[in-house]
């Protein structure tokens, strides 16, 4: 089964919670989960309760992983100072190529309904692009999804004083998506394993040139 990191910065611990419920979500489909933290870089020493016994992400999480879920809040519009100091330490791996044809999806909170959550999810998706990822948005194809959340292109959440309201439709829409997300990361570690030849994943395989082709 697919193996998935969830990574999340998180100080009032809406995010965490949405970690959690993510994890839910994906194990229920057999995948085998992570879930990491990033360091706080914005307010260090406001260290929270629910970062307690959560590890922090690492490189070999990120090599592990089939698929990455990203979870950040918004601040003043932008996705948090932590989660960009996380993306920022491992472009180098990135370039690497240690990211390529992983899945990739977004989530995104913040405290008022139009306070960035659509920016924060397109910045990030903007992250998956550039590592090389399979991104995989919730799309408006369900109309359940688009009713509960609402955003096509990841999933975000409003809070209520720091916390998630409804824990109940977030554990819904968090179902809805995890499991196609679960079922396109199978597919895609199924497919790199059947297109290997001679020790080389065709989807890594080096594309021809235009000139190349056509000469």
Not at 12 to 31: F, Q, R, V, Y
Not at 92 to 106: H, M
Request: hydrophobic share 50%; charged share 15%; net charge negative.
């Amino acid at each position: 089964m697919a193996r998935i990191l969830i990574v999340y910065s998180s100080l009032s611990g809406a995010n965490a919670m949405l970690a959690g419920l993510a994890a839910s979500a994906l194990g229920a489909t057999g995948a085998e989960v992570r879930v990491r933290r990033v360091p706080e870089v914005a307010f260090p020493g406001a260290v929270q309760p629910a970062a307690d016994g959560v590890k922090a992400v690492s490189a070999d999480d990120l090599a592990w992983a089939d698929g990455f879920v990203l979870s950040s809040q918004s601040h003043t519009g932008l996705l948090s100072a932590s989660i960009k100091a996380f993306i920022d330490a491992h472009h180098d791996a990135a370039v690497a190529g240690s990211y390529l044809n992983k899945t990739f999806t977004a989530m995104a909170t913040s405290a008022f309904a139009h306070a960035g959550q659509e920016r924060v999810v397109d910045e990030l998706n903007a992250v998956g692009a550039a590592w090389g990822c399979i991104l995989v948005p919730p799309s408006v194809a369900s109309a359940r999804l688009n009713v509960l959340n609402g955003n096509p292109y990841g999933l975000s959440f409003v809070l209520e004083q720091g916390r998630i309201p409804d824990t109940d439709a977030a554990r819904e829409v968090l179902d809805a998506h995890l499991h196609r997300f679960a079922a396109i990361t199978d597919a895609m570690v199924a497919l790199s394993a059947a297109s290997a030849v001679g020790g080389e994943s065709a989807l890594n395989r080096r594309i021809p040139t235009a000139a190349e082709v056509f000469s």
